[in-house]
């Protein structure tokens, strides 16, 4: 059964990222009046196919591992005359090489550009139908023996806000950030936030050759000293109706400042202040849109599962998102990771980050397993993280792939005639070597995961 569960998650997340893409290739040669000859998805012998009122095949492929849209172009009529039986006059004459540059780019494009959207579109649902813990990134351990000075203003419980003057709201983007500077010599500026003033400061740290090998970077805070921990502001996401804080009159986005004259920074501090209390009356001070109320609460009296009268004040805490702040953000998280994505790439071959963390279909499969089985939305957020990796991949400028096509339509367009038939196969071959040379590699890490 769990092999099952591995297999069929694995087939629908490579079936819908491979599909969209494809389809956002084919879409736009329609638009543009192409003939698409075949949409597969899967590679490798043809098990099922069907054409529609347009003479397009649509077909399901035997190997799961890609897909592809075969567009008539003049050099196909060439190679194989036959084909012009097939076509009609309409279809003959809009070839895609006979198409303007900047449609053929737009039928090149259109694949990753699809794969992100599909992004944006699935982080977008994402964060609209979870709760925001309102997470904040906390100094949880200093450890001087590493880069942290001993004269360092860096104290445990301020809060991290950024790294290099990029202020960061999402904690985990932290370990992220900071990978992006593997192999730097230099210094790092943390923007942080005292615990007791308030006030905010920046510390510099200086590294050397910083996360240098595959074991740091799995901890890339660690390699600054540090030790972060994540806590949850005090903001109301709901109040229960009838409860001590509704009859109190207490709202959905009032922070909690203060209880019984001790301060509340976060959700952690709280601790059993409520359950310890209950049937007494606690004075709050409560932050409404930048000012303070004072609000005396009579705390509600619970039995719980063990029949112990504990109190309750009838709140949860976090933030719903609305559409507009989730598609931002979604936005936001595709581009900031698309970046993230080319720049990691970049440090792989430079050997500045380890090439061990690149999965192949094993890997992938393993991942599509784990969170099908963690739940809808953990598969919704791998789904997500892939088709921007499907998206920045296909447009690395090697000549099978998507970005390639489009450094030989620049070259033709500097030319203005394209390249030699003879340099072009030749291109096209290195090209394929060198992507099947990655998948190799990739299939070996996975395999040697297991080892």
Known sequence: MSTLIYISSFLVLI????????????????????HVQTFSLGMGPIIYKRKDKHGTEFALSALPLGGYVSMITNKLIEVEPEIK??????????????????????????????NFILSILVFCFIFMNTIDPNNVAVIKNVDKSAYIQPVS??????????????????????????LSYAGLTGKIDLLLKNND???????????????????????????????IEYRSLPIIGGVSQGSAADLAGINIG????????QSINYIQDIKGLI?????????????????EIYKSILIDSNLNQEDVTQGSLGVNFGSQRGFISSLNK????????????????????TGNMGADNLSGPIGIAQMAGDTAKAGVIPFLYLMALLS?????????????????????????????????????????????????????????????RYL
């Not at 491979?18 to 638009?31: C, D, M, P, Q, S």
């Not at 990029?166 to 985990?172: A, E, L, N």
């Not at 510099?204 to 390699?223: C, N, R």
């Open 254 to 261: 009032d922070q909690i400042v203060e209880i019984g004259g």
């Open 197 to 227: 003033s308030s006030e905010t400061y920046v510390e510099s740290i200086y590294v050397e050759d910083f996360l240098d090998t595959s074991e740091a970077q799995k901890d890339p805070m660690s390699g600054l000293g540090l030790a």
């Open 153 to 178: 203003n860096i104290a445990v419980d301020d809060q991290l806000l950024g790294i290099n003057s990029q202020v960061i709201t999402d904690p985990k983007d932290f370990s992220l950030e900071l």
């Open 330 to 349: 979604a936005v936001y998280e595709t581009y900031n990771l698309s970046i993230k994505t080319l720049l990691f790439i970049g440090k792989m071959l």
């Open 15 to 34: 079936g819908i990222l491979v599909t969209i893409h494809e389809y956002g290739h084919f879409i736009v040669a329609r638009l543009c009046k192409v």
């Open 85 to 114: 039986e097939q076509l009609t006059k309409e279809q003959l004459k809009n070839t895609f090489d006979s198409k303007p540059k900047w449609q053929r780019a737009a039928i090149m494009i259109a694949g990753p550009l699809a």
């Open 388 to 448: 921007i990796s499907l998206g920045v991949l296909n447009l690395l400028p090697l000549p099978v792939l998507d970005g390639g096509q489009l450094v030989l339509l620049g070259v033709e367009a500097v030319r203005g005639k394209p390249l030699p038939e003879k340099v072009e196969n030749y291109v096209f071959t290195i090209g394929a070597v060198l992507v099947g040379m990655l998948m190799i590699f990739a299939v070996f890490n996975d395999i040697s």
């Open 275 to 291: 359950k310890e209390n209950p049937g007494k009356e606690l004075g709050f001070v409560i932050k409404r849109n930048g000012e």
